[in-house]
């Protein structure tokens, strides 16, 4: 059993990056509404303020999962999942950014969500903070900002529906295989592989070059220059289902194993 000292001390740190993201997030929203424009201030922070609500309320109700693999619960909220946090932050500011056609400032907050994502495993990596909060929200938050982004161009009719069908079975497979696995009291492998890495780096570029043509085009993508993009995505995407495919036998097959015995 975890001390209550330690249970309390970190809440603590939770808490504290929960009111300093919120605080951050009134700050830009106010001089957004200062100096720019009131309504599109408001509206930013009304919409992101219930993801911290909701990330707050997941995490401090499911305090435990901030342990590392050895099951020792940690005293604070460390770099790596403070990281995937701020990632999962930026997908409503994404989206409202698209929606208001500020196609530069979408991308330079895409961009920076997608570092995020590259040093939130180096620096759980290099410095020991693996933990399994890390790695349940760590996919989440590439789910969340990906099928944003793909939703606003499928729903804007800029990205065909056989694709966007693609990329929902996938995340479909995903949320409801971890579920079953979770019923049958398996723990799957959620670890990074070389084929995950490869195919997030394709999907990140090409939400790179929709967002990024929006904006060099002045809000118009050319079909014929997107020609080749959408079936490379296609081909990623499916590769990432078979993979699941293969990673949810392999759990159940542990577990047929282990019941045998």
Same mark, same amino acid.
């Given at each position: !059993?975890?001390?209550?000292?330690?249970?309390?001390?970190?809440?603590?740190?939770?808490?504290?990056?929960?009111?300093?993201?919120?605080?951050?997030?009134?700050?830009?929203?106010?001089?957004?509404?200062?100096?720019?424009?009131?309504?599109?201030?408001?509206?930013? +922070?009304?919409?992101?303020?219930?993801?911290?609500?909701?990330?707050?309320?997941?995490?401090?109700?499911?305090?435990?999962?901030?342990?590392?693999?050895?099951?020792?619960?940690?005293?604070?909220?460390?770099?790596?999942?403070? %990281?995937?946090?701020?990632?999962?932050? !930026?997908?409503?500011?994404?989206?409202?950014? %698209?929606?208001?056609?500020?196609?530069?400032?979408?991308?330079? $907050?895409?961009?920076?969500?997608?570092?995020?994502?590259?040093?939130?495993?180096?620096?759980?990596?290099?410095?020991?903070?693996?933990?399994?909060?890390?790695?349940?929200?760590?996919?989440?938050?590439?789910?969340?900002?990906?099928?944003?982004?793909?939703?606003?161009?499928?729903?804007?009719?800029?990205?065909?529906?056989?694709?966007?069908?693609?990329? !929902?079975?996938?995340? $479909?497979?995903? +949320?409801?295989?971890?579920?079953?696995?979770?019923?049958?009291?398996?723990?799957?492998?959620?670890?990074?592989? !070389?084929?995950?890495?490869?195919?997030?780096?394709?999907?990140?570029?090409?939400?790179?070059?929709?967002?990024?043509?929006?904006?060099?085009?002045?809000?118009?993508?050319?079909?014929?220059?997107?020609?080749?993009?959408?079936?490379?995505?296609?081909?990623?995407?499916?590769?990432?289902?078979?993979?699941?495919?293969?990673?949810?036998?392999?759990?159940?097959?542990? %577990?047929?194993?282990?019941?045998?015995?």
């Amino acid at each position: !059993m975890y001390s209550h000292k330690r249970r309390a001390s970190l809440r603590r740190s939770v808490c504290s990056m929960v009111w300093i993201s919120f605080g951050v997030l009134a700050l830009v929203s106010l001089v957004i509404a200062v100096f720019h424009e009131p309504r599109f201030g408001l509206v930013l +922070f009304l919409a992101t303020l219930p993801v911290i609500v909701v990330y707050a309320g997941f995490v401090l109700s499911h305090i435990s999962l901030i342990r590392d693999p050895a099951g020792e619960l940690k005293e604070r909220i460390q770099l790596a999942n403070i %990281l995937t946090a701020l990632r999962i932050f !930026m997908v409503v500011p994404v989206l409202v950014l %698209l929606i208001e056609r500020y196609w530069l400032w979408a991308l330079a $907050v895409y961009l920076l969500g997608a570092v995020t994502d590259i040093f939130d495993g180096l620096v759980a990596r290099r410095f020991r903070q693996v933990t399994v909060l890390g790695v349940l929200l760590d996919p989440v938050g590439d789910i969340l900002i990906t099928g944003t982004v793909f939703t606003f161009f499928w729903l804007t009719e800029e990205v065909p529906f056989w694709l966007f069908i693609i990329l !929902m079975v996938r995340y $479909v497979q995903f +949320f409801v295989g971890l579920a079953v696995l979770r019923l049958l009291k398996v723990e799957p492998e959620l670890r990074a592989t !070389m084929a995950g890495k490869v195919v997030g780096v394709i999907q990140a570029t090409g939400i790179v070059i929709l967002i990024g043509a929006k904006w060099y085009r002045g809000g118009a993508l050319q079909n014929d220059a997107l020609q080749y993009l959408f079936p490379v995505l296609g081909i990623a995407f499916a590769s990432v289902i078979v993979s699941q495919t293969v990673i949810g036998i392999k759990a159940l097959h542990r %577990l047929t194993v282990s019941s045998n015995r």
